[in-house]
């Protein structure tokens, strides 16, 4: 089980932390990413870590702005989203797709391959 939480309402410049608990999977053996998907869009890939915590960065709008990070003692995912704007709002979604702990080359590649997902939480950004 992927359960995000974090999401809310915040302002334009501002920081937002989200936070993956993840069940049921292993650390060593799934590359963790996020997602987002704002309103009529389709789902998009931003980032994803391997099990060594090296981590991949899909989408050129969060570069900079987006890292993704992991606590393997406490089978957590975070996205730490910083200087966020109008445009980051969407629903933002945890995703673990079975890699033997790498991540896929490309974000196209997270369909074709064995992907779980949360339910998603929520972020919005006020101009």
């Known amino acids: 089980q992927l359960m995000e939480s974090g999401g809310g309402l915040v302002q334009s410049g501002t920081s937002l932390t989200l936070s993956c608990a993840v069940s049921g999977f292993s650390m060593e053996y799934y590359g963790y990413g996020w997602f987002r998907q704002g309103a009529g869009k389709e789902r998009e890939a931003l980032l994803c870590?391997?099990?060594?915590?090296?981590?991949?960065t899909y989408e050129d709008s969060v570069k900079g702005r987006f890292t993704i990070s992991r606590d393997k003692a406490d089978n957590t995912v975070y996205l730490q989203m910083n200087d966020l704007k109008p445009e980051d709002t969407a629903i933002y979604y945890c995703?673990?797709?079975?890699?033997?702990?790498?991540?896929?080359?490309?974000?196209?590649?997270?369909?074709?391959?064995?992907?779980?997902w949360g339910q998603g939480t929520q972020v919005t950004v006020s101009s």
């Open positions: 870590i391997n099990n060594n915590g090296t981590s991949t």
């Open positions: 995703a673990a797709v079975w890699t033997l702990g790498t991540c896929p080359d490309a974000n196209n590649q997270w369909s074709l391959l064995d992907t779980h």
